[in-house]
């Protein structure tokens, strides 16, 4: 049974790239993904990956597409790195609002560095009061871990 949020939708901009509505500097596709230019790139080669299905974040991503996405990733990845040259390379995913999301359509990036590029990242790092204030957040992360994902039927 389809589920309506996994399906085309028309006002995101990652499901018209994958139509064929909006115009994008396709890179490379296999059946649950698809990899294409950032448009607003940290560096020039900058590009995401995208799963094929409209899935919101990480989180929702069934098996199967993660596992198919993960091997675009690292051969999207090493093209970059073989074409550009970057100093170095950068591999992330903002899931929500608060953590800089802003197409709600799950995506990878991949973004070549340089040294002195402009780009920072200035965490506010937090410290434990204690071993046990620690363990306490390490306990209730361990009690959640499934084995099956949220997607159900489609581990
Ligand atoms: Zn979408």
């Given at each position: 049974m389809a589920d309506?949020?996994?399906m085309y939708q028309g006002s995101c901009p990652f499901c018209r790239i994958i139509a064929g509505e909006a115009e994008a500097e396709i890179l490379y596709e296999t059946a649950r993904s698809v990899s294409f230019l950032d448009i607003n790139p940290i560096n020039f080669g900058h590009a995401l990956v995208v799963s094929r299905e409209h899935f919101a974040d990480f989180?929702?991503?069934p098996k199967d597409v993660l596992l198919e996405i993960a091997e675009s990733?690292?051969?999207?990845?090493?093209a970059i790195v073989d074409a550009v040259h970057p100093a170095g390379f950068n591999i992330f995913n903002n899931n929500g609002?608060?953590?800089?999301?802003?197409?709600?359509?799950?995506?990878?990036?991949?973004a070549p560095r340089y040294d002195g590029?402009?780009?920072?990242i200035r965490p506010n790092?937090?410290?434990?009061e204690s071993p046990e204030h620690m363990a306490v957040f390490a306990n209730k992360i361990r009690g959640k871990i499934k084995m099956k994902d949220k997607s159900g039927e489609r581990e």
């Open positions: 309506s949020s996994k989180n929702d991503l990733l690292r051969l999207v990845s090493r609002l608060a953590a800089g999301q802003s197409v709600f359509h799950f995506h990878f990036h991949i590029d402009g780009l920072k790092l937090k410290v434990y």
